[in-house]
């Protein structure tokens, strides 16, 4: 049981990780270089991890706000595997993380 949570976790810390990566890649080929940003303490992972943070809380505010205009019930854990996780916690983080990946993919596709 722990080791289905565990490995899990680890899949979900791996593409939170390729996420964050992907989102400086991204910054330094729209900027050309880390010194754009106003902070000056602030590392690229610091500045990549933030913005995961607050795109994930933005779209879960979205859809608890789209949910409940909708008056629409959904279950307030749902097990997937061996944990339990939130639905719309896991829905904002799931696209959080794909979210630089299609960016990636839209600006190749500019390019063309």
């Known amino acids: ?37 106003p902070e000056t303490k602030a590392s690229p992972l610091s500045r990549a991890v ?8 933005g779209i879960y505010l979205s859809l608890v706000m789209l949910l409940e205009f909708l008056k629409v019930d959904l279950p307030s854990r749902v097990p997937l595997g061996q944990v339990q996780v939130e639905p719309l916690a896991a829905l904002s983080i799931g696209l959080a993380i794909v979210q630089p990946f299609v960016s990636r993919l839209f600006m190749l596709r500019r390019r063309w």
């Open 50 to 57: 933030l913005n995961l943070v607050g795109l994930a809380g």
């Open 1 to 37: 049981m722990l080791t289905g949570s565990l490995v899990f976790g680890l899949i979900v810390l791996a593409l939170a990780g390729l996420s964050i990566r992907e989102r400086v890649k991204i910054h330094l080929l729209r900027t050309g270089s880390l010194d754009s940003f």
